[in-house]
C-alpha cells in the first residue's frame, strides 16, 4: 500500500492553456473523490467516482472541467482554458467499504499566471 | 446545503496543555465525521472518523465526540506538543463530503 499519489505536484501554465492531473488511488479502493483548496479554506468537494461511474459533481465543476476514471483505476482531472481564478491546490483522496474513511493524496498545486 | 463551521479559527496553547477543537454541522443528516490534520502545503492525513452510529472515537492523545443531535463533534488533544502544529479540519459525510475552514494550532515550546 503505496497510498495515493498525484502527479504533477506542481503546474505553472499560462492563462488559456489546457492542464491535465493524475491520481492514483490507494489500490484496492472503489471511490475516488477530486477536491479543490485554496489559501486559508477547507477542500472543496468537486466529483466523486465509484469505480468508473462518476456519481456526484458538484456545481463548482464548470464545464471547463472534466474528470474520468476509465477503468475505475486511476482518475485524470482535467482543466481547459485556464484562468487565473482556477489557480488552487487539487487534491484527490480515494475510499472503500461502509466505513468510507478518505485518504488524501499530497494535491497538486496549480498556478496560472 | 451542508454548512460546517470550526471555532476557533487559530488556537496558540504552551506546549503540555490539553485543548479542544469544535466542529459544528448544519444537517444531522451524516453518514460519518472525520477529523484531518494539514501541514502546511501538503495533503490531509487523517485522524479519526466517526461513524453516525458512534459517539467518540480515541487515537492514543487524540479524543473525538459526536452529537449529532445538536450537530457538534470535538477533537480533544491532550498534553499538546510542537509536533502537533497543523491546520486541524472536519469533514461532514452526506452525499458529498463538507470540509470546514480549519483550526489552525500552535503549540509553543
Known amino acids: 500500500d503505496t497510498g495515493v499519489s498525484q502527479d504533477p505536484r506542481h503546474k505553472i501554465t499560462k492563462r488559456g492553456q489546457n492542464v491535465t492531473f493524475r491520481c492514483d488511488p490507494i489500490s484496492e479502493h472503489n471511490r475516488l473523490y477530486w477536491y479543490r483548496q485554496t489559501l486559508g479554506q477547507g477542500p472543496e468537494f468537486l466529483t466523486y467516482?465509484?469505480?468508473?461511474?462518476?456519481?456526484?459533481k458538484s456545481r463548482l465543476l464548470s464545464d471547463r472541467f472534466s474528470a474520468e476514471r476509465p477503468k475505475g483505476s486511476f482518475s485524470t482531472l482535467e482543466i481547459q482554458r485556464t484562468e487565473q481564478g482556477d489557480s488552487a491546490m487539487y487534491l484527490c483522496?480515494?475510499?472503500?467499504?461502509?466505513?468510507?474513511?478518505?485518504?488524501f493524496g499530497p494535491g497538486t498545486r496549480l498556478t496560472v499566471t | 446545503k451542508q454548512e460546517v463551521t470550526q471555532i476557533p479559527a487559530a488556537l496558540s496553547v504552551p506546549e503540555g496543555e490539553n485543548l479542544v477543537l469544535n466542529c459544528s454541522f448544519t444537517d444531522s443528516a451524516i453518514y460519518n465525521l472525520q477529523w484531518f490534520r494539514q501541514d502546511p502545503g501538503k495533503g490531509l492525513t487523517s485522524l479519526l472518523l466517526?461513524?453516525?452510529?458512534?459517539r467518540e472515537q480515541t487515537s492514543g492523545r487524540l479524543n473525538a465526540s459526536l452529537d449529532k443531535s445538536s450537530g457538534r463533534s470535538t477533537l480533544y488533544i491532550a498534553a499538546s506538543q510542537p509536533g502537533d502544529s497543523a491546520t486541524y479540519l472536519c469533514a461532514a459525510t452526506g452525499n458529498q463530503f463538507y470540509f470546514g475552514t480549519g483550526t489552525s494550532l500552535t503549540v509553543i515550546p
Open positions: 483522496a480515494s475510499s472503500q467499504g461502509w466505513r468510507n474513511e478518505q485518504y
Open positions: 466517526i461513524q453516525s452510529s458512534q
Open positions: 467516482f465509484q469505480n468508473e461511474a462518476q456519481l456526484e
